[in-house]
């Protein structure tokens, strides 16, 4: 079993989920211009979504092929949001990185001083290779702070989800560990 490990920033703490989580999760995600840009929150968020997204994501970090940190700002000591890096594939180096900040969050540099954490985590610590994340094309925030922080397009998934019963394109974006090295110094 990998322990995971608290991570900070300048304003941030990045730590592992606990049940006592549920009810922010459950609150945020409940908020349908969370769910309105996310892939894969539903909404309504259906009660208990959250106490079982937590058991998931600690059955997974026992498993080795997720690994889940609560995003909360020192100032409040309190959730804020989530950034995941999931689905590793160890054969191959290489996981998925996703991530959502509650609304009031919004607009304050959370993630862009979240992420530089985060990959170096997955690159020096996680051995990655590769992160990959994905972001409707409606959603220029994600794309800017992927951007921002190293990463590159590397295609466009035309009507790759169905949201609110309409077929949306997705954008694909990675950075290698090469190239976030190349960066980080």
């Known amino acids: 079993m990998f322990s995971q490990p608290t991570l900070e920033t300048e304003r941030l703490i990045l730590r592992p989920l606990v049940f006592t989580d549920a009810s922010l999760i459950q609150k945020f995600a409940s908020n349908r211009q969370i769910a309105d840009t996310m892939i894969s929150i539903p909404h309504p968020y259906p009660d208990g979504e959250a106490e079982r997204y937590i058991s998931k994501q600690m059955a997974e970090l026992e498993k080795g092929v997720a690994v889940t940190f609560a995003i909360e700002p020192k100032s409040t000591q309190q959730l804020q949001g989530i950034m995941e890096i999931r689905d590793i594939d160890k054969e191959h180096s290489v ?91």
Request: net charge positive; proline share 2%.
């Open 95 to 185: 996981a998925e990185l996703s991530y959502w900040l509650a609304v009031e969050a919004w607009g304050k540099g959370y993630m862009s001083e979240a992420l530089p954490v985060i990959l170096r985590f997955g690159f020096a610590t996680l051995s990655l290779n590769r992160l990959y994340a994905y972001h409707m094309t409606r959603n220029p925030s994600s794309d800017k702070v992927l951007r921002k922080n190293g990463f590159q397009k590397e295609g466009l998934l035309r009507q790759r989800v169905r949201k609110w019963g309409v077929f949306e394109d997705v954008v694909v974006q990675a950075i290698i560990c090469e190239d976030w090295h190349s960066q980080a110094i």
